[in-house]
T-cell receptor, first 113, second 112 residues
Framework: KAGVTQTPRYLIKTRGQQVTLSCSPI?????VSWYQQTPGQGLQFLFE???????NKGNFPGRFSGRQFSNSRSEMNVSTLELGDSALYLC????????????FGQGTRLTVV | DQQVKQNSPSLSVQEGRISILNCDYT??????FLWYKKYPAEGPTFLIS?????DKNEDGRFTVFLNKSAKHLSLHIVPSQPGDSAVYFC???????????FGTGTRLKVLA
């Protein structure tokens, strides 16, 4: 069974640009969550999608957005990139049953220069 | 406001001994807790979880203890192995959501 797949693995962008990251969840998983990991802040929740609807949102500016498609694949977009957006972006998928764990992908390492 | 705290950034343990990683939380409404392990350049890997209706959950070498009155959970690894060397994150959430609130992690080093 394939795990959570995130593409690309590494990305370098310039300040002011925008970026789109992709996440393919485990087959059968309908919930997808996104997290940002930075050395200073640890893992911070960005948002969660279920059945193409955003179900939860973290405390990030509106430059961070996402969406989920009918096949449960999800994309995350960051517009007007800032140096502080450099981080590891992690996607997690889950079965959406009470008290089950989320499975994480390997992440996309974004560097903003 | 850090709702989940791991106050020890690092821990070193001899191989074969017990590793105890601690985590404190402030929101008494959290009712599901998880531990993840993370190696560099990889995503977190789920280890073990516990519901707030329990005070202990065991899976092989890993045991998680939950003390609701103290808002404290701990992960015990017995016996510790060099392959356990990684960063360990605790997370808290509410049942029915996957909005995990993570601690800042504890780097465990198991010495051979």
């Amino acid at each position: 069974k394939a795990g959570v797949t995130q593409t690309p693995r590494y990305l370098i962008k310039t300040r002011g640009q925008q970026v789109t990251l992709s996440c393919s969840p485990i087959s059968g998983h309908r919930s997808v969550s996104w997290y940002q990991q930075t050395p200073g802040q640890g893992l911070q929740f960005l948002f969660e999608y279920f059945s193409e609807t955003q179900r939860n949102k973290g405390n990030f500016p509106g430059r961070f957005s996402g969406r989920q498609f009918s096949n449960s694949r999800s994309e995350m977009n960051v517009s007007t990139l800032e140096l502080g957006d450099s981080a590891l972006y992690l996607c997690a998928s889950s079965l959406d049953r009470t008290n089950t764990e989320a499975f994480f992908g390997q992440g996309t390492r974004l560097t903003v220069v | 406001d850090q709702q989940v705290k791991q106050n020890s950034p690092s821990l070193s343990v001899q191989e074969g001994r017990i590793s105890i990683l601690n985590c404190d939380y402030t929101n008494s409404m959290f009712d599901y807790f998880l531990w993840y392990k993370k190696y560099p350049a990889e995503g977190p890997t789920f280890l073990i979880s516990i519901s707030s209706i329990k005070d202990k959950n065991e899976d092989g070498r890993f045991t998680v203890f939950l003390n609701k009155s103290a808002k404290h959970l701990s992960l015990h690894i017995v016996p510790s192995q060099p392959g356990d060397s990684a960063v360990y994150f605790c997370a808290a959430t509410f049942s029915g959501t996957y909005k995990y609130i993570f601690g800042t992690g504890t780097r465990l080093k198991v010495l051979a």
